[in-house]
C-alpha cells in the first residue's frame, strides 16, 4: 500500500527525518513512536504532501506521489487527521463531514443552481453515507452541534470521520488518543480497528500513549533525531534495550 524510500527532509541545520524506509502492506495498523521531536510528524507532513522532501520516494499502490500538491495526494486516497485537532469550528458536525465528501463530488455548479437529478443524488448519497459514519462513531445525536461545542473526544471522532469522508485507501492518524482518559482511549481504539475492517483501510498511527499503541498495532516503528531504531511487533519493542533508551523515561514510558 505505502512504500517509502530514502526519505530526507531537513529545517536548516535539523535533519528531521534521515534516510526514512517504510514498507506497509495493505489492510495494516502499524505505529509510529518516539519521544517528542523525532521527526513522526515531519514524515506525516511528506507523506500528505504539506511538505516537499529534500530526496527519497513515496509510493501509494506503486504509484509516485513524492512532492505531490497535498489536494492530490488526497484524491489519490491518503486522508489525515492532525495532532491539533484543526475543525471548522462555526460549522455543524454535519457540514464538517460534508467538506470531505467535497473531494470526491461529481456535479458543477449549474448542476446545484438549476437543482438537476444528478445533484440531488449525489446530495442524497452523501447525507445517507454522513448518517452511517456518524451511527458507526454513535454520535448521531450531535449532528446538528457546532464542532466548537462538542467534548474533546467527540471533536477527534469527528475528524476521523470527516478524513473518512474523502474515501481514502490510507489514513493517517495523529495522536488519536491524545488528550482522551481511560475508557475514550478504548474506545477509540475500538473504532479505529471498526473503521480499518468496514472501510478495508490501511492505517498509519502516531500515538504517544502506549496503552493504544500495544492494543491495536500489529506493527510498531520507532523514531529517534529522524531516524529508524527499531521496528517490529508490539511485544518486541516493548523489550528493546535502544528503544526504551530513547525513552528518557526508561521502562515506564513502555508501559
Ligand atoms: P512530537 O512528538 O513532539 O510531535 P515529532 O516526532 O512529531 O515530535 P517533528 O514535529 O516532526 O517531531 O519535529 C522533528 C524536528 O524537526 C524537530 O527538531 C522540529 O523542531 C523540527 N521541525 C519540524 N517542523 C519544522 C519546521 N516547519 N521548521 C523548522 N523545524 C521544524
Given at each position: 500500500?505505502?512504500?517509502?524510500?530514502?526519505?530526507?527532509?531537513?529545517?536548516?541545520?535539523?535533519?528531521?527525518?534521515?534516510?526514512?524506509?517504510?514498507?506497509?502492506?495493505?489492510?495494516?495498523?502499524?505505529?509510529?513512536?518516539?519521544?517528542?521531536?523525532?521527526?513522526?510528524?515531519?514524515?506525516?507532513?511528506?507523506?500528505?504532501?504539506?511538505?516537499?522532501?529534500?530526496?527519497?520516494?513515496?509510493?501509494?499502490?506503486?504509484?509516485?506521489?513524492?512532492?505531490?500538491?497535498?489536494?492530490?495526494?488526497?484524491?489519490?486516497?491518503?486522508?489525515?487527521?492532525?495532532?491539533?485537532?484543526?475543525?471548522?469550528?462555526?460549522?455543524?458536525?454535519?457540514?464538517?463531514?460534508?467538506?470531505?465528501?467535497?473531494?470526491?463530488?461529481?456535479?458543477?455548479?449549474?448542476?446545484?443552481?438549476?437543482?438537476?437529478?444528478?445533484?440531488?443524488?449525489?446530495?442524497?448519497?452523501?447525507?445517507?453515507?454522513t448518517h452511517?459514519?456518524?451511527?458507526?462513531?454513535?454520535?448521531?445525536?450531535?449532528?446538528?452541534?457546532?464542532?466548537?461545542?462538542?467534548?474533546?473526544?467527540?471533536?477527534?471522532?469527528?475528524?476521523?470521520?470527516?478524513?473518512?469522508?474523502?474515501?481514502?485507501?490510507?489514513?493517517?492518524?495523529?495522536?488519536?488518543?491524545?488528550?482522551?482518559?481511560?475508557?475514550?482511549?478504548?474506545?477509540?481504539?475500538?473504532?479505529?480497528?471498526?473503521?480499518?475492517?468496514?472501510?478495508?483501510?490501511?492505517?498509519?498511527?502516531?500515538?504517544?500513549?502506549?496503552?493504544?499503541?500495544?492494543?491495536?498495532?500489529?506493527?510498531?516503528?520507532?523514531?529517534?533525531?529522524?531516524?529508524?531504531?527499531?521496528?517490529?511487533k508490539p511485544?518486541?519493542?516493548?523489550?528493546?534495550?535502544?528503544?526504551?533508551?530513547?525513552?528518557?523515561?526508561?521502562?515506564?514510558?513502555?508501559?
Amino acid at each position: 500500500m505505502l512504500r517509502i524510500d530514502h526519505l530526507y527532509k531537513s529545517f536548516g541545520g535539523i535533519s528531521a527525518v534521515k534516510d526514512f524506509n517504510l514498507h506497509i502492506k495493505k489492510g495494516v495498523i502499524f505505529s509510529i513512536i518516539g519521544p517528542n521531536g523525532a521527526g513522526k510528524t515531519t514524515l506525516f507532513n511528506l507523506i500528505t504532501g504539506l511538505y516537499s522532501p529534500d530526496r527519497g520516494d513515496i509510493q501509494l499502490e506503486g504509484r509516485d506521489v513524492t512532492g505531490l500538491p497535498p489536494h492530490l495526494i488526497a484524491k489519490m486516497g491518503i486522508s489525515r487527521t492532525f495532532q491539533n485537532i484543526r475543525l471548522f469550528e462555526n460549522l455543524t458536525v454535519l457540514d464538517n463531514i460534508r467538506v470531505g465528501f467535497h473531494l470526491k463530488q461529481n456535479y458543477r455548479l449549474s448542476g446545484v443552481i438549476l437543482n438537476s437529478k444528478a445533484y440531488k443524488k449525489e446530495e442524497e448519497e452523501i447525507k445517507e453515507r454522513t448518517h452511517y459514519l456518524l451511527k458507526g462513531f454513535k454520535m448521531e445525536g450531535y449532528q446538528d452541534n457546532l464542532a466548537s461545542s462538542l467534548p474533546y473526544g467527540e471533536q477527534r471522532k469527528l475528524e476521523i470521520i470527516r478524513a473518512l469522508a474523502t474515501n481514502p485507501k490510507l489514513l493517517l492518524l495523529d495522536e488519536p488518543g491524545a488528550g482522551m482518559n481511560h475508557k475514550e482511549q478504548e474506545e477509540i481504539t475500538n473504532f479505529i480497528r471498526w473503521i480499518r475492517d468496514e472501510f478495508e483501510l490501511t492505517i498509519l498511527l502516531i500515538e504517544h500513549q502506549m496503552k493504544v499503541v500495544m492494543n491495536i498495532s500489529e506493527k510498531v516503528i520507532v523514531m529517534d533525531f529522524g531516524e529508524t531504531i527499531a521496528m517490529g511487533k508490539p511485544q518486541e519493542i516493548q523489550n528493546n534495550p535502544r528503544v526504551i533508551e530513547a525513552y528518557l523515561g526508561g521502562e515506564e514510558c513502555l508501559k
